[in-house]
């Protein structure tokens, strides 16, 4: 098969050292701890703390693909996996959000210059909350686009401040050309649809824009995202194809939440009589959680060592939506091992069971959407 580098006419710069690290380690395990404090009322109050808020960009997601010369860390996929995860342990919802605020600036980064300016020029800590799917139009005007639409289930706007949508462009012959528009906090607004039984916290409700202009420096081509090709940045994981990241943004906060849930469940049982049954439940739980997190692991190692090859990517596609559905069976005997108790309305092992059942819900976790026809090619050779 061919091999897709998914790189840019420019040089891509090598993927940063992750043994040098950046500080995003050390702080993950602190916000794991604020976030823990902060889990149960967040998930009652469908939102996150401002104190959780202000831990994850004061921890350095937000700048950990940003560019190193308007102050961010250039990170590495492998770091930043790791730091979700121990996040996950405490908060999935924070683990989510925190995940999102990452890789939104790395699609970001696809904008032209000036947007580039925009969005970091006053520093890199800047939230970006995304919306992938394509919704609404957009009409071209000299030096812009005149964009309206509705954008459901975009995590983390409750305090982001820049949003980037997905919208058609009007007038277009053939198929769809679809664009990313990006605008600032006050240039949209948020309805407050979000009312899943699981992931109460992340606030992913829905964007409404209403004959924004959006001008040139603030919008990109979808197809460069999924191609990976990147003419304004050469920063390393700024040239990435899409399919390679997969499920990767989604799937890192739910083994986290696993973790955390095997952690409450063995809580649970610890110092009570039990019996061998539910032993041997938490057991094959465990198995199913390493198994997973092994896979998520795999993936960021795919992405820094530059391996996009079809047969690496679909791999990558597979690794994320197997991992969420052993992560759903892990969840489901950890709650059964628990028994009673772990369905307590105070219990942390229902929250991260219903956390997890709704994460991978995502489409981006699903094998049908987005696995089950590459990898079988890989497999299986093309059909027909």
């Keep these: 098969m061919s091999v ?5 006419a420019a040089p891509v710069a090598p993927a940063a050292s992750v043994t040098a690290g950046s500080g995003l380690t050390a702080a993950a395990e602190q916000l794991r701890t604020l976030a823990a404090a902060h889990a149960a009322d967040a998930d009652a109050a469908r939102g ?15 700048r950990h693909f940003v560019a ?4 961010g860390t250039e990170g590495t996929f492998a770091e930043l996996t790791s730091a979700v995860m121990t996040v996950g ?3 999935a919802a924070s683990a989510w959000c925190a995940s999102l605020a990452a ?10 210059e000036g947007g580039h ?3 970091w020029g006053a520093g890199p800590d800047t939230v970006v909350a995304t919306g992938l799917m394509p919704a609404g139009r957009a009409v071209a005007e000299s030096g812009g686009w005149r964009v309206n639409g509705q954008w459901a289930y975009v995590s983390a706007v409750d305090f982001a401040d820049w949003v980037m949508v997905c919208a058609a462009v009007a007038g277009a012959e053939g198929p769809p050309q679809l664009r990313f528009f990006t605008l600032p906090r006050g240039a949209y607004t948020v309805r407050e649809t979000w009312d899943s039984v699981g992931m109460r916290a992340t606030g992913s409700h829905t964007v409404v824009v209403e004959n924004a202009f959006v001008p040139d420096h603030l919008t990109f081509d979808r197809a460069d995202m999924l191609s990976g090709r990147n003419g304004t940045s050469a920063v390393s994981s700024h040239n990435v194809p899409f399919q390679a990241v997969g499920g990767l943004t989604f799937i890192a906060p739910v083994a986290g939440a696993a973790t955390g849930a095997l952690a409450a469940c063995a809580g649970s049982i610890t110092g009570r009589r039990r019996n061998q049954g539910a032993e041997l439940t938490v057991v094959r739980a465990s198995g199913r959680i390493d198994a997973a997190r092994h896979l998520v692991e795999q993936n960021a190692q795919v992405l820094d060592g530059r391996l996009f090859t079809p047969e690496h990517m679909a791999r990558n596609e597979r ?10 069976e892990a969840v489901t005997l950890l709650v059964g091992a628990a028994g009673t108790g772990g369905l307590g309305e105070k ?3 229902q929250r991260y069971w219903r956390d997890i059942t709704s994460a991978t819900s995502h489409v981006a976790l699903q094998y049908d959407t987005a696995a089950r026809k590459n990898y079988s090619a890989v497999l299986l050779g093309p059909e027909g």
Excluded: K
């Excluded at 897709?4 to 840019?8: A, E, I, Q, Y």
């Excluded at 996150?48 to 937000?62: H, K, M, N, Y």
């Excluded at 190193?68 to 102050?71: A, D, V």
């Excluded at 690794?319 to 759903?328: C, G, P, Q």
């Design 347 to 349: 219990h942390a092992l």
């Design 4 to 8: 897709d580098t998914g790189v840019s």
């Design 48 to 62: 996150l703390s401002r104190e959780v808020t202000d831990a994850i960009r004061e921890s350095g997601f937000a």
């Design 89 to 91: 342990e405490g908060c």
């Design 68 to 71: 190193t010369r308007f102050g």
């Design 319 to 328: 690794n994320a939506t197997f991992a969420a559905e052993i992560l759903r």
């Design 117 to 119: 300016q925009a969005l």
């Design 103 to 112: 890789y939104s600036a790395r699609f970001a980064s696809h904008l032209p």
